[in-house]
């Protein structure tokens, strides 16, 4: 079992920053860690992923050149760093694990553990 616990939402203004994080009850080896966001009455829709053991990424198309996902091994937590930010990137994000395979999953059933979800808003 693995538990996830999300940090760093906030208000922001458009074009600002705001770096998330999500830290992992134990050593996330052999997993994938993704971060996906959510609107009142939208489907939860998936924003980046990387594979804990290789490294390797994937991002939607929405936020490629604006977030970075990185991942800090002594901590166990993989982070979000998100600049240029827009209005339409206002979410609850979630942060999700799910143990590796050779496609990155991007559909929220592939993920088994997801955390609570942390707020984030882009003022105009």
């Known amino acids: 079992q693995v538990q996830l616990v999300e940090s760093g939402g906030g208000l922001v203004q458009s074009g600002g920053s705001l770096r998330l994080s999500c830290a992992a009850s134990?050593?996330?080896?052999?997993?994938?860690m993704g971060w996906f966001r959510q609107t009142p009455g939208k489907e939860r829709e998936f924003v980046v992923a990387l594979d804990w053991t290789s490294g390797n990424k994937i991002y939607a198309d929405v936020v490629k050149g604006r977030f970075t996902i990185s991942r800090d091994n002594a901590k166990n937590t993989v982070s979000l760093q998100m600049n240029s930010l827009k209005p339409e990137d206002t979410a609850v994000y979630y942060c999700?694990?799910?143990?590796?395979?050779?496609?990155?999953?991007?559909?929220?059933?592939?993920?088994?553990?997801w955390g609570q979800g942390t707020q984030v808003t882009v003022s105009s």
């Open positions: 134990g050593p996330p080896f052999n997993y994938v």
């Open positions: 999700a694990a799910r143990l590796s395979v050779v496609i990155i999953p991007t559909t929220t059933e592939e993920y088994n553990y």
